[in-house]
């Protein structure tokens, strides 16, 4: 058996064909028949062969159930189903007009003869005409249409009316709808609740389910009124009353009585509720502002208790008072009665010194706050004494006292003190002193430069008068003045300070009183500086605040020099403060600040008796973690963060994950960050491989912390779009992917695109989730399907390459006429513009366009207009459109010239020269003139010029002859001009 000529593989298409043997009968049975089953089959045996041709025609398709029109509410699913003849046969679902395509909210959906679509979510744009379309040649068509309609809104169960108190915490008004999804709105009193209740949260609208709250917070009396629930279909109202909370009186005032200056009282009352209000009254009336402001009588609320503070009470306090509140009241009586001021203990007399510092006089009385008046010999103290401090008024408890300063003799006489009670009084005896020297100066031994030295002595009274002498003579102001010498009064001592000590400070001493005199030697000697306690190794630790290298000298003013490994100490260290030379009375300290491995070495201090030296180490410092790391969740493609902190500034961390370093392909999207003492393992752009166990290191420690990166499943969040461009363009087609770090496919008719093998025809580019394939220098061979590949998802579209524009018919050879429109035309092979420039040469040369020249297209034809002709435009054009070409002649048609002024004929002298002149329209007409002598046509020559002046073209003949005579004619496209032209003989002269 043969098909189309080519023998049929009846082993190898076994399911195909099936060849049957009757007596003599050959039976050829194809199954599944498909259009390519149409062919001529043959049947060839030894004795001959037959063919035939057979025709697979359609299968002709009956709807046994057609599509009904349906309607829907917003957001349901509704299913179009259809019911046609057979069961194999691929149908196509159209939305007025447009097919619809499997996926998102469409599904296709098959069950034997039936055919379904099913649509999901359904939105207003969903309203219009369905078809499903069966068939390949003959279309079988059923339609229906959709309306979609709004669900209506009820309200199933309304609101009640709701009572509350007064700062109720909330009240709750609630009802019920028909539709879970339904939209409602509130009205308060007729009108919309203001936007600021529900901005600040004291009115709340809570949908649960089908149930609507409405919620008020902080329930006030100015709350009340009425409230409406509005649906779509109905609405429902209520009233809300909002009354007084009752403040009940639990426990009354009590009556109290006081004395007048106590300090304060406190009248006590409690109520039932914590924040109820009270109003308190003072003998029937509110208290005054004034009062209340000045913070005499304070409201005080603690809790259930209301208390009313008297402070600093007078008599006129007295009285009733009540606290009212919205529901009862509670009165007392508050009594306030004056308080005697006693004398308890009296004064007593009293004896005193001359110049002794102070003396105090003291008594008792029975208050604390008891006031009192002091007299000086039955008279008030003075002011002055008072505000000088040479007299102190002293209150301590019960106790009054009166202090006497700087006692001189004035200062006797008998003080009284006095109270609203009684009086009690005492004398005052002020006596002259001796000073006597109780202990005398001793002589003393110091050294050159020693910082000071000290002779003293003391005297039986500490306000007594010395003089110092020095080798029998006072000692001079000027040392007094710079502080060189000191004299110092010190209770019962007195001290002369000498500083600065050299050798003429030494010599005899005395101290002078009114009552003795006493003298020492103060002997001045050289002084050696000895190292007492030197130098010790030391080890210190890199990056310390400071370590201290001390030792101890003989002399607190011993001058030393300090050395390392040999060699003075540079100034440099020691102006920045990195080396500090401190001395500390006879300690001499050399101070390292923040030492580093550059410090170490051997240090060594010098005095003029002596040295010492050391050595200094510097370890490493172990870096301690202060700051532990903490485990991180996030999804792929967010930012992420481990951190820690560590005990000191540019310290070396390592990061580990698992275990191990992180490997270099993986720091590619990892930043590691160390900022003083905060080191970050930053993830710009977490991936699941970024997954694991993390571990920062240092000396000193190890933090660890898991890090789970949630994976976001593959997709695409837009379509992919599809191109039309020229040949040689290039075409764009970008997608956004579900997330940012993917690998995706490119396809072209189902074939992979390797961008790198592709020589630069194909780019990928992929920036955050967009990812973008460029076809670059499009031709023919790139139309078709482009199709993007993420993990199992899939985008397609387009790719359509319009072909290069060129010449379809070119151009014919024309005559254009001069100072009129030309037009010279070609037919391209496409409509639009693009796909390749059009450009127009005249004799090898680009035409600029603009001026005389213009382009116009006008569908598929492309014309140079010229406008207007001139001779140039005898010329040869050509037009190149894309990578072809078309060149044809036009000849210009020129304009005749007119003769707008005729022949001038002059009348000359025989020997003069003639002009004939002739005037023309036009001046490019030279080449076309002719003249003419008689009907004879004239040419130029020595005799004979032509001239051309503007659009008047001459003939000049020079020393005109009397043959010349005659009728001169010109003639230009075939129009002509004449003149007779006169040669007169020149007159006669004698010459003798």
């Not at 309609?149 to 509350?164: H, N, R, T, Y």
């Not at 919620?215 to 409230?227: A, F, L, P, R």
Request: charged share 35%.
């Amino acid at each position: 058996w043969f098909k189309s000529g080519k023998e049929i593989d009846l082993v190898r298409l076994k399911k195909k064909y099936d060849c049957q043997i009757k007596e003599c009968r050959r039976i050829l049975i194809i199954r599944n028949l498909t259009w390519d089953d149409t062919a001529e089959y043959s049947c060839e045996a030894p004795g001959g062969s037959t063919s035939c041709t057979m025709t697979v025609e359609e299968t002709p398709i009956e709807f046994t159930q057609k599509l009904k029109d349906s309607k829907a509410f917003l957001k349901e699913t509704v299913t179009f189903m259809c019911e046609i003849s057979t069961e194999d046969t691929e149908v196509h679902w159209f939305f007025n007009g447009v097919e619809i395509k499997m996926g998102g909210r469409y599904q296709i959906k098959k069950d034997g003869k039936k055919r379904m679509l099913v649509i999901t979510g359904l939105t207003m744009d969903d309203i219009g005409e369905y078809t499903m379309e069966a068939g390949i040649k003959t279309k079988y068509k059923s339609s229906a249409k959709l309306a979609v309609e709004e669900k209506p809104v009820k309200i199933e169960a309304g609101l009640k009316d709701v009572s509350a108190l007064e700062k109720d915490p909330e009240l709750i008004l609630e009802a019920t709808i028909s539709e879970v999804a339904g939209e409602v709105s509130w009205l308060w009193n007729g009108k919309p609740i203001p936007k600021e209740h529900f901005d600040s949260g004291k009115i709340k609208m809570i949908s649960d389910k089908k149930k609507r709250k409405l919620v008020i917070t902080n329930v006030g009396k100015e709350d009340s009124g009425e409230y409406t629930l509005v649906a779509r279909d109905g609405k429902s109202s209520c009233n809300v009353t909002v009354s007084d909370r009752p403040v009940k009186i639990k426990s009354g005032l009590k009556d109290v009585s006081a004395r007048e200056k106590d300090v304060e009282v406190i009248l006590e009352a409690e109520i039932t509720i914590p924040d109820g209000a009270v109003t308190w009254l003072w003998n029937g009336k509110p208290i005054p502002e004034d009062l209340l402001s000045s913070g005499r009588f304070v409201i005080i609320v603690d809790g259930r208790k209301r208390k009313l503070k008297i402070k600093d009470l007078e008599k006129a306090h007295s009285g009733e008072f009540t606290i009212v509140t919205n529901v009862g009241e509670s009165k007392c009586k508050l009594d306030v009665s004056d308080r005697l001021i006693k004398i308890k203990s009296g004064l007593k007399d009293v004896k005193a010194t001359d110049k002794d510092p102070e003396v105090t006089l003291e008594a008792e009385v029975t208050e604390v706050d008891g006031e009192v008046t002091w007299l000086w010999n039955g008279k008030p103290i003075p002011e002055n004494l008072l505000s000088s401090g040479k007299f102190q008024i002293i209150a301590d408890g019960k106790k009054r006292k009166l202090k006497i300063k700087d006692l001189d003799k004035g200062d006797a006489g008998e003080y009284t003190l006095k109270t609203n009670a009684g009086t009690s009084a005492c004398k005052l005896a002020v006596e002259d002193r001796p000073v006597k020297i109780k202990s005398g100066l001793k002589d003393v031994k110091a050294m050159d430069k020693d910082p000071e030295v000290t002779l003293e002595a003391e005297v039986s009274e500490a306000d007594g008068a010395v003089t110092w002498l020095k080798n029998g003579k006072p000692i001079p102001q000027e040392l007094l003045d710079s502080g060189k010498v000191q004299i110092i009064a010190d209770g019962n001592k007195r001290k002369l300070k000498l500083k600065d000590l050299d050798k003429d400070d030494g010599g005899e001493y005395t101290m002078v009183t009114n009552d003795g005199k006493s003298s020492c030697k103060l002997n001045i000697a050289d002084r050696p500086v000895n190292i007492v306690a030197g130098l010790r190794d030391a080890d210190v630790v890199e990056n310390s605040p400071e370590a201290a290298l001390e030792a101890e000298v003989s002399e607190a003013d011993g001058e030393v020099t300090w050395l390392k490994n040999g060699k003075p100490i540079p100034k440099a260290l020691l102006d920045s403060g990195k080396l500090q030379i401190v001395s500390d009375g006879k300690k001499r300290k050399l101070v390292i600040k923040t030492p580093g491995k550059d410090d170490a070495g051997e240090y060594t201090m010098v005095t003029k008796d002596g040295k010492s030296s050391c050595k200094m180490g510097v370890t490493d410092e172990p870096v301690k973690i202060t700051k532990e790391l903490a485990p991180v969740k996030v999804t792929e493609g967010d930012k992420a963060e481990l951190a820690c902190e560590v005990h000191k500034d540019n310290a070396q961390v390592q990061w580990l994950k698992n275990g191990k370093p992180i490997p270099d392909k993986d720091l590619k999207n990892i930043k590691i960050v160390a900022d003083g003492k905060t080191h970050k393992l930053i993830f710009l752009d977490a991936e699941p491989k970024d997954s694991g166990e993390y571990s920062v290191k240092t000396t000193g420690g190890t933090s660890n912390a898991n890090v789970n990166v949630k994976e976001i499943p593959a997709g695409f969040t837009s379509t992919l779009n599809g191109a039309e461009c020229e040949y040689g363009e290039d075409a764009t087609f970008a997608v956004e992917l579900t997330k940012p770090k993917a690998e995706v496919k490119w396809l072209l008719n189902g074939k992979p695109i390797d961008p790198e093998r592709s020589r630069g025809k194909y780019e990928v580019v992929g920036t955050g989730t967009t990812r973008k394939l460029i076809v670059h220098n499009c031709n023919g061979k790139d139309n078709g399907e482009i199709t993007c590949v993420f993990g199992d998802a899939q985008a397609t579209s387009q790719l359509t390459v319009n072909e290069p524009v060129g010449i379809k018919k070119g151009l014919e050879n024309s005559v254009l006429k001069e100072e009129e429109k030309g037009k010279l035309t070609v037919e391209l092979n496409r409509d639009k513009p693009g796909g390749g420039d059009v450009k127009w040469y005249k004799n090898g040369k680009e035409i600029t366009l603009g001026g005389r020249y213009k382009m116009q297209r006008d569908g598929n034809l492309c014309s140079l207009l010229i406008d207007p002709v001139d001779l140039t435009d005898n010329a040869e054009f050509t037009c190149m459109a894309g990578d072809t070409s078309t060149s044809a002649k036009a000849t210009v048609d020129e304009k005749p010239g007119l003769i707008v002024s005729e022949l001038q004929v002059p009348e000359v002298i025989e020997g003069e020269k003639a002009e004939f002149v002739i005037g023309l329209d036009r001046e490019n007409k030279a080449d076309k003139i002719k003249w003419f002598k008689d009907g004879k046509e004239v040419y130029e020559s020595s005799r004979i010029q032509l001239q051309q002046r503007g659009k008047n073209y001459i003939l000049v003949l020079n020393r005109a002859q009397m043959e010349d005579a005659g009728t001169w004619s010109c003639e230009i496209d075939g129009s002509t001009s004449a003149g007779s032209f006169v040669v007169k003989e020149p007159p006669l002269r004698i010459t003798s």
